[in-house]
């Protein structure tokens, strides 16, 4: 890995830092509310971010891993498992979040259930996402 390539890396993971940091605390009035929202969502961050560095500065393990000769195929798998499992978290957490409040709206209301649908099938939407680009990523290798 040449010295430009662990400079961006260095860089990105600074700028990482910096920006959810200063906008928590220069843009929240109620920090109380936010800090363990907050402290979940770096955690997971900077440890997919660390993932990502350790990946990148040892190419040739992943290489191995993947049981072919090229090792971008090995990072393609990792890409394509990473946004299939990632955006089902996210789908999951989403539809979760769309499904209760759709509940509740509908039980005061029930001419509603239409609009409700469409957002929980909003929400599902992000899996698919994440699906097609896996199969997009896995199409290229």
């Known amino acids: 890995m ?13 700028l990482s830092v910096l920006i959810p940091f200063g906008y928590f605390l220069l843009g929240q009035k109620k920090k109380s509310r936010y800090k363990k929202a907050l402290g979940v969502n770096v955690f997971f961050f900077f440890g997919t971010l660390l993932i990502a560095a350790v990946v990148m500065l040892y190419p040739e393990r992943v290489q191995a891993a993947s049981g072919s000769g090229n090792p971008s195929a090995g990072i393609g798998y990792l890409a394509a498992a990473l946004s299939t499992g990632l955006s089902g978290i996210g789908g999951g957490i989403a539809v979760a979040s769309a499904a209760s409040a759709a509940l509740g709206a509908i039980s005061e209301d029930s001419s509603i259930f239409g609009k409700s649908l469409i957002f929980a099938g909003l929400a599902e939407g992000i899996c698919l996402y994440g699906l097609v680009i896996a199969f997009m990523i896995l199409g290229k290798l």
């Open 2 to 14: 040449n010295t430009l390539t662990k400079l961006v890396l260095i860089a990105a993971l600074i």
